[in-house]
């Protein structure tokens, strides 16, 4: 699996607690992360202090999916969906 994630993301993330989905290849979907001290080394430079809080608990590796879910919250399907939520709460 690590060999895998290096493919797809170029690195493997040092928060990485494990693979939490896997396509239908058996390939990498997405992982869960733990919540302090994680992402790529661009932000961790970026980082103020020892434990730094990673918002980000559960990360899609596949490029695939993360490409097509980038694109839909690009076009601001994120927008609609809270606003569909705060107007119909148990949707």
């Known amino acids: 699996e690590r ?3 290096q493919d797809q993301l170029g ?8 693979v939490s989905a896997t396509r239908g290849t058996g390939s990498p ?6 919540s302090l001290n994680g992402g ?3 932000r961790k430079a970026k980082a103020v202090g020892v ?3 990673f918002p980000t608990l559960y990360w899609f590796c596949c490029p695939i999916v993360g490409k097509a879910v980038a694109d839909l919250e690009r076009q601001g399907y994120v927008g609609i969906l ?3 939520l705060m ?3 148990r949707a």
């Open 40 to 42: 790529a080394s661009r």
């Open 82 to 84: 809270e606003q569909k």
């Open 11 to 18: 690195y493997i993330p040092t928060n990485l607690v494990k």
């Open 3 to 5: 060999v895998a994630i």
């Open 51 to 53: 434990l730094t809080p």
């Open 87 to 89: 107007e119909e709460p």
């Open 29 to 34: 979907l997405a992982l869960k992360t733990y």
